[in-house]
């Protein structure tokens, strides 16, 4: 049980030192107008949205599963 949860904190802090490795990269390069702006926020999005979606799922499943595992040791 422990296991899924090391995986989804080394997923998610990968997944976040990617966008802000991104990020930086980005502002050390410029954005200069505004259609700049907009391009490079809707490919963060694109690029995290699946992704993040994924990490939200993976947390859910992984909530109910420790909650029912909790609870069949009582049992």
């Known amino acids: 049980m422990k296991i899924a ?7 998610t802090i990968f997944w976040g030192v990617v966008a802000i490795g991104l990020l930086v ?5 410029g954005l200069n107008s505004g259609i700049e702006w907009y391009k ?3 490919v963060m999005i694109g690029i ?5 979606i994924c ?3 993976w947390l859910i499943i ?3 599963v ?10």
């Open 40 to 42: 490079f926020t809707f």
């Open 25 to 29: 990269f980005t502002l050390m390069n």
């Open 62 to 64: 992984n909530l109910i």
């Open 66 to 75: 420790s909650k029912n595992f909790k609870e069949s040791q009582y049992n």
């Open 55 to 57: 990490q939200v799922v």
């Open 5 to 11: 949860w090391i995986l989804w904190w080394i997923a």
């Open 48 to 52: 995290f949205l699946v992704p993040i």
